[in-house]
Every structure is written in structure tokens, then in C-alpha cells.
């Protein structure tokens, strides 16, 4: 829709909410990044006359006389991502910070803690929810090599940002505290199995691979795996990779660390969070065009150092806004790829001592097909398929948490009936001891986790300066590996940011020639 809305048409207790895609409403009107309502819902066609604020984000008056007046200078928004965004007049408080991040993920407070423990720099971390409100919170918790390619362009981020959790665990011990406790953490070993000859075949060849790279890793014959993993049905054909120093950790315990631990930096005037408040659009320099800023939804920001894009798979809709200003074609091909998982309460017959993958899973197996594509909100029909491959574990909580399904689904967060059955009929195969419980009971103690994975079609995340936007910086697509990568790209981002050879090759990442020329 190209349906319009002129300020000057508003009565002051006049309210926009942009809801979630993940709360979608008949009467809303879709956008680029939620839906556009007006909250007292009275002359709506009335107020959809004149131009200034559009469906798709906002835009100024032809002579953009009203914004310049009602915010002292600002630009008039160009992209709105929000899940709320609230016309104000007057003034807008603005303030410096060296860095602004956009995106309250795994990934952005990583970027955060790692800039303000090895640099002096500020940081303001921007998010139009909260921490973990995205694919961060819905994850498993895997910080797992097992299923990981040696020798591929991720490897050696995968790798050293698999150490750097390992030394950041090692330092929260040598504190005194408990990591089991605090983040989840539980050095299960990982457990990628097989039930064919041909897929032990490919498991045995994983475990050369692994083994050649450094990692530890041995293969076990179905017999062999029984006597590990009693409750583990695999065939007399099947087989295991098994990883011994794969941890899991809980993604939220984790994130609510890190960030108690970046807060500690507010007395320093060199932190502050800036949640429930959207970034509403970029500022640009008069002189060189350069990303100087943010204004969110209550303030300006800007940054001087860098502006980093870290907003997962809100990423896409985020930016192409901006590029709308630009001399230049800027595309960030990030789709949100949605995800299923249950937790359920651990049936008292089944006991899981590592973490559990199946095989199919690393090579996104397609399972099934939606049975009605066509009823769903879709982003490209051609892609819109269901694959369900077998995860399992026991989190610190005691929880038996199954997975794993993907699916693109547009920004879908509503769970489906046929997802999570299918997920627990194909966990239900490895897990014999599942077709002696009902779903609905195991249910009745847990939940459903859904998540949106920024998703990128090589694989491969994007980390890196835009070119000819030497101030703008993403961290985005690492689709569901971002918790795994988070301290790598960490490092990776900051290291840039400071001109400083990167640790690990950062060239596969670049956002040169896959998301503009």
C-alpha cells in the first residue's frame, strides 16, 4: 500500500505502533519491518491523505519544512524498523558516542563487551525490543565443531570464536563463579549420528576431517554409541561423530552476563542501552556523505567511529531504506529463516548424557513441504519448504529441548501444528522412549521456541565495511551459528573498526560484491 499520513492532520493523542511481524492483525497494514496502525483508530482514511509518514517508513513534506522545525535539524527518517514508533514534536536529545550499535542480540553485545574491554571507546547499543527478542533467545545453545567444515571459508572464524568462549568460561571460573550457574554452560560433547550405511560412511570421513584440522573426534559403531547413549536408537547400519570438547550453553543466561558485565561500564559514561526504541533512520554528512549516526525513536545518536548493523534478520528491511538516498545499488540479501523448537519436560525413561544432532542437519535436508504454501505469509514461494532434522539435549534446567526445523516463512513468528509434530516424530525415531509419551502432556511443563535466522543464500555471514560507507559496518547473516560465532566476530568487527589485522581472514565475509558493487 502507498497510503499517506500528514502530521499536520494528527491530534496530539494521536499514537503509530509498527507491531512485530510476529503479531500480525488482519485491520494492520504491512510494511517493509512491522505493521502501521493508528492506536485510537478514528478517521483512519481521514489521516491517510497527505504525505509524510508512508506505509513502507517515513518521508518528509516536499519542502521538508515541518521535520526541520519539530527536531532541530535532524533529517527526516528514511526507514523506519520498528515495533513501536511514536510521532513527539520538539526538540530531540542528541548524543555522542563513539560506536552505535543496532541489534541486541548474541552479536551485538558481543561487539559491545569487545570494544569496551580492549579499547577506551563508548558504545550505544540500540534495539527496537530487547535483548534476545530475536533468533538469539529461540536458539539450542550448540557451541559445537562437530557439524562445522573444515577447510570451508567459516572454519577458521568458527574455530577461534569456539576458543574464545572456551577462555571466556575459563575466565568467569577463575572469578569464582560458576559457568553452569551463570551462562548454562556444559561441556556435554556432541554426538552427530547417523542410521545408514551410507551416512556412517560420511560420519567416519567427517571424523578424518575433524581430526586432520585438530579437533579431537572419533567415529563409533552403532553398537559401540548404544553403550554411550542408551536412550539413542540409530540402527544396526547407523553410527556416531563424537566430539568430546562440544559445549552447549544457555543463550539467555549468557546474554544477561554479558550484558550485567557491559553495564558495568555506564558509570564510566562509556555504555548505555538503548531498548524499546527503534532506530528510526541514518544520519548522513552534508560534506562526505558518510553514516554519522542513528536517530531512534527519542533521541540522536551519533557515532563517531562506526555505526555496525548487527539487527539479524531485520537487518535487510533495516538498510535498504537508507539505500534508497544513495548513488549506489546496497542490498543486504538477509532472509529470516524460522525455526522451531520445543522444550519439553524430561519424560523420567530418558536420560541424554551429550548433545545429539543428526547428519542431515548439516546438509539442510529437505523433509517435507508445507502442505498449504499458499495460506502462509511467504517471502519467495519457490523457498518455502519445511525441513526437520533431529536435535536433542538436556538443558541446564533439566529440560529436553528437540529440534531443529527450518523454513521461510516471511516474519512468521506463530508456531504450527504440523512444524512441531513433525519435529517430534522425528526426534521420536532416534528417541524411542518419546512414542510412549503424549506431546501434549510433555508440553504442559514446557513451551515452543520461534525463531527468525538471518539467513544468507552462501552460507556465509556478512562482516565488514560497506564500501563507500567506510562508517557503516554489518555483523549480520550468520543465520543459526551466531551464538557459536559471537565472540569471533567480535573480535573480527572491533579489530576493523581499530585497523588492526584481523585474527582470522576476514575476505569471505566481505560485504563487497555480495551486498554492493
Given at each position: 500500500?502507498?497510503?499517506?499520513?500528514?502530521?499536520s492532520?494528527?491530534s496530539?493523542?494521536?499514537?503509530?505502533?509498527?507491531?512485530?511481524?510476529?503479531?500480525?492483525?488482519?485491520c494492520?497494514?504491512?510494511?517493509v519491518a512491522?505493521f502501521?496502525?493508528?492506536?485510537?483508530?478514528?478517521?483512519l482514511?481521514q489521516?491517510m491523505?497527505?504525505?509524510?509518514?508512508?506505509?513502507?517508513g517515513?518521508?518528509?513534506?516536499?519542502?521538508?519544512?515541518?521535520?526541520?522545525?519539530?527536531?532541530?535539524?535532524?533529517r527526516?527518517?528514511?526507514?523506519l524498523?520498528?515495533?513501536?514508533y511514536?510521532?513527539?514534536?520538539?526538540?530531540l536529545?542528541?548524543?555522542?558516542?563513539?560506536?552505535?550499535?543496532?541489534?541486541?542480540?548474541?552479536?551485538?553485545?558481543?561487539i559491545?563487551?569487545?570494544?569496551?574491554?580492549?579499547?577506551?571507546?563508548?558504545?550505544?547499543?540500540?534495539?527496537?525490543?530487547?535483548?534476545c527478542?530475536?533468533?538469539?533467545?529461540?536458539?539450542q545453545?550448540y557451541?559445537?565443531m562437530?557439524?562445522?567444515?573444515p577447510?570451508?571459508d567459516?572454519?577458521?572464524?568458527?574455530?577461534?570464536?569456539k576458543?574464545l568462549?572456551?577462555?571466556?568460561v575459563?575466565?568467569?571460573?577463575?572469578?569464582?563463579?560458576?559457568?553452569?550457574?551463570l551462562?548454562?554452560?556444559?561441556?556435554?560433547?556432541s554426538?552427530l549420528?547417523?542410521?545408514?550405511?551410507?551416512e556412517s560412511?560420511?560420519?567416519?570421513?567427517?571424523?578424518k576431517?575433524l581430526?586432520?584440522?585438530?579437533?579431537?573426534?572419533e567415529?563409533?559403531?552403532a553398537?559401540?554409541?548404544?553403550?554411550?547413549?542408551?536412550?539413542v536408537?540409530?540402527?544396526?547400519?547407523?553410527?556416531?561423530?563424537?566430539?568430546?570438547?562440544?559445549?552447549?550453553?544457555?543463550?539467555?543466561?549468557?546474554?544477561s552476563?554479558?550484558?550485567?558485565?557491559?553495564?558495568?561500564f555506564?558509570?564510566?559514561?562509556?555504555y548505555?542501552e538503548?531498548?524499546?526504541e527503534?532506530?528510526?533512520?541514518?544520519?548522513?554528512?552534508?560534506l562526505?556523505?558518510?553514516?554519522?549516526g542513528?536517530?531512534?525513536?527519542k533521541?540522536?545518536?551519533h557515532?563517531?567511529?562506526?555505526?555496525?548493523?548487527?539487527?539479524?534478520?531485520?537487518?535487510?528491511s533495516?538498510?535498504?531504506?537508507?539505500?534508497?538516498?544513495?548513488?549506489?545499488p546496497l542490498?543486504?540479501p538477509?532472509?529470516?529463516?524460522?525455526?522451531?523448537?520445543?522444550?519439553?519436560?524430561?519424560?523420567?525413561?530418558?536420560?541424554?548424557?551429550?548433545?545429539?544432532?543428526?547428519?542431515?542437519?548439516?546438509?539442510?535436508?529437505?523433509?517435507?513441504?508445507?502442505?498449504?504454501?499458499?495460506?502462509t505469509?511467504?517471502?519467495?514461494?519457490?523457498?518455502?519448504?519445511?525441513?526437520?532434522?533431529?536435535t536433542?539435549?538436556?538443558?541446564?534446567?533439566?529440560?529436553l529441548?528437540?529440534?531443529?526445523?527450518?523454513q521461510f516463512a516471511?516474519?512468521?513468528?506463530?508456531p504450527?501444528d504440523?512444524?512441531?509434530n513433525?519435529?517430534?516424530?522425528?526426534?521420536?525415531?532416534?528417541?524411542?522412549?518419546?512414542?510412549?509419551?503424549?506431546?501434549?502432556?510433555?508440553?504442559?511443563?514446557g513451551?515452543?521456541?520461534?525463531?527468525?535466522?538471518?539467513?544468507?543464500s552462501?552460507?556465509?555471514?556478512?562482516?565488514?565495511p560497506?564500501?563507500?560507507?567506510?562508517?557503516?559496518?554489518?555483523?549480520t547473516?550468520h543465520?543459526?551459528?551466531?551464538?557459536?560465532?559471537?565472540?569471533?566476530?567480535?573480535?573480527?568487527?572491533?579489530?576493523?573498526?581499530l585497523?588492526?589485522?584481523?585474527k582470522v581472514?576476514?575476505?569471505?565475509?566481505?560485504?563487497?560484491?555480495?551486498c554492493?558493487?
Open positions: 500500500m502507498a497510503g499517506l499520513i500528514s502530521p492532520t494528527l496530539s493523542g494521536d499514537c503509530f505502533s509498527f507491531s512485530p511481524l510476529c503479531r500480525q492483525n488482519p494492520d497494514l504491512p510494511t512491522g502501521f496502525r493508528i492506536k485510537n483508530g478514528a478517521g482514511h489521516k491523505k497527505r504525505a509524510h509518514f508512508r506505509v513502507s517515513i518521508s518528509a513534506n516536499t519542502d521538508g519544512s515541518m521535520f526541520k522545525n519539530r527536531i532541530s535539524g535532524a527526516p527518517s528514511k526507514s524498523v520498528s515495533s513501536e511514536s510521532y513527539s514534536p520538539g526538540a536529545e542528541k548524543l555522542d558516542f563513539d560506536i552505535v550499535i543496532i541489534g541486541a542480540g548474541i552479536i551485538g553485545l558481543t559491545a563487551r569487545q570494544v569496551l574491554l580492549n579499547t577506551d571507546l563508548s558504545v550505544a547499543i540500540v534495539d527496537a525490543k530487547g535483548p527478542a530475536g533468533a538469539t533467545g529461540a536458539g545453545g557451541i559445537w562437530g557439524y562445522r567444515t577447510e570451508s567459516k572454519w577458521e572464524l568458527e574455530a577461534r570464536s576458543q568462549w572456551e577462555e571466556f575459563q575466565e568467569v571460573e577463575a572469578s569464582g563463579l560458576e559457568p553452569l550457574k551462562l548454562g554452560w556444559k561441556k556435554t560433547g554426538l549420528v547417523g542410521t545408514t550405511s551410507e560412511a560420511a560420519l567416519q570421513e567427517r571424523v576431517l581430526t586432520k584440522a585438530g579437533i579431537r573426534a567415529f563409533f559403531s553398537s559401540s554409541m548404544h553403550l554411550m547413549e542408551p536412550a536408537e540409530v540402527g544396526k547400519e547407523g553410527g556416531a561423530a563424537f566430539v568430546p570438547d562440544d559445549s552447549q550453553i544457555d543463550a539467555k543466561l549468557a546474554v552476563f554479558i550484558q550485567e558485565k557491559n553495564r558495568a555506564s558509570s564510566q559514561g562509556r548505555e538503548f531498548f524499546e527503534p532506530a528510526v533512520h541514518f544520519l548522513r554528512s552534508n562526505k556523505g558518510h553514516i554519522e542513528v536517530q531512534t525513536s533521541r540522536v545518536l557515532g563517531n567511529k562506526a555505526v555496525i548493523i548487527a539487527a539479524g534478520a531485520w537487518s535487510c533495516l538498510i535498504e531504506k537508507m539505500a534508497e538516498e544513495l548513488s549506489f542490498h543486504v538477509v532472509k529470516p529463516r524460522k525455526g522451531h523448537l520445543l522444550v519439553l519436560e524430561r519424560p523420567q525413561t530418558l536420560q541424554l548424557n551429550h548433545g545429539l544432532m543428526e547428519i542431515g542437519y548439516c546438509n539442510h535436508q529437505i523433509a517435507s513441504v508445507l502442505p498449504d504454501a499458499s495460506s505469509n511467504v517471502v519467495d514461494s519457490s523457498l518455502h519448504t519445511l525441513s526437520v532434522s533431529m536433542a539435549t538436556i538443558d541446564s534446567e533439566g529440560s529441548v528437540l529440534g531443529s526445523s527450518r516471511g516474519f512468521d513468528c506463530q504450527e504440523v512444524v512441531v513433525s519435529i517430534y516424530e522425528r526426534a521420536a525415531k532416534f528417541l524411542p522412549a518419546l512414542n510412549n509419551n503424549s506431546l501434549r502432556e510433555l508440553l504442559k511443563g513451551h515452543i521456541r520461534i525463531g527468525l535466522r538471518p539467513y544468507m552462501d552460507g556465509k555471514p556478512v562482516i565488514g560497506v564500501p563507500n560507507l567506510p562508517k557503516l559496518m554489518l555483523a547473516g543465520e543459526g551459528a551466531g551464538l557459536c560465532m559471537a565472540f569471533g566476530t567480535a573480535e573480527m568487527v572491533v579489530d576493523m573498526i585497523d588492526n589485522a584481523t581472514d576476514c575476505r569471505p565475509f566481505s560485504p563487497k560484491d555480495r554492493c558493487k
